[in-house]
């Protein structure tokens, strides 16, 4: 089993806001730098999407998989797990958890276990799940804030 990473962060914005750019997922290759293209494959009958293919490219990492997503009924949490393994990972299981603050803004917090495909030391794998997890946490932060979603 995959070691679990947790960072959180804190947004200018009310959880609903912030829930409404994570799930919009068809806008992700405007904001997320890595993500190549999006494609919803199944929806929830609230029109929340259940499935999602995404195509990546960071680099050194190219990728293409599917995730399968779960809300909780006031989207105060949205979690996902790995269809079927990839060209990279055998397994992601993660989530946001968001909690409105006090002062209007919310504390977004990203957990992310992932098993890679590939043979990394520990080492390295641990910091590409920070780099990771900076990056996605800054770039939601910079799109909600930026008034998006």
Do not use: C
């Not at 405007?30 to 929830?44: F, G, N, R, T």
């Not at 990492?61 to 949490?77: F, G, H, K, P, W």
């Not at 996902?80 to 603050?101: C, F, H, M, T």
């Amino acid at each position: 089993m995959a070691d679990t990473s947790t960072q959180s962060i804190v947004i200018d914005a009310p959880p609903d806001r912030v829930a409404a750019v994570i799930a919009d997922f068809a806008k992700y290759p405007e904001w997320v730098e890595a993500m190549k293209s999006i494609d919803i494959l199944e929806e929830y009958e609230d029109g929340y999407a259940s499935q999602v293919r995404f195509v990546i490219d960071a680099g050194p990492l190219v990728d293409e998989y599917t995730l399968q997503y779960e809300y909780a009924e006031d989207l105060s949490r949205i979690e996902w797990r790995l269809v079927a393994p990839s060209k990279v990972q055998k397994e992601q299981v993660g989530s946001y958890d968001i909690e409105g603050n006090d002062d209007g803004t919310s504390t977004v917090t990203y957990t992310l276990s992932v098993e890679l495909a590939i043979a990394m030391l520990g080492m390295f794998k641990r910091k590409a799940e920070k780099r990771i997890m900076d990056t996605a946490l800054r770039e939601l932060k910079r799109r909600v804030e930026s008034g998006h979603g």
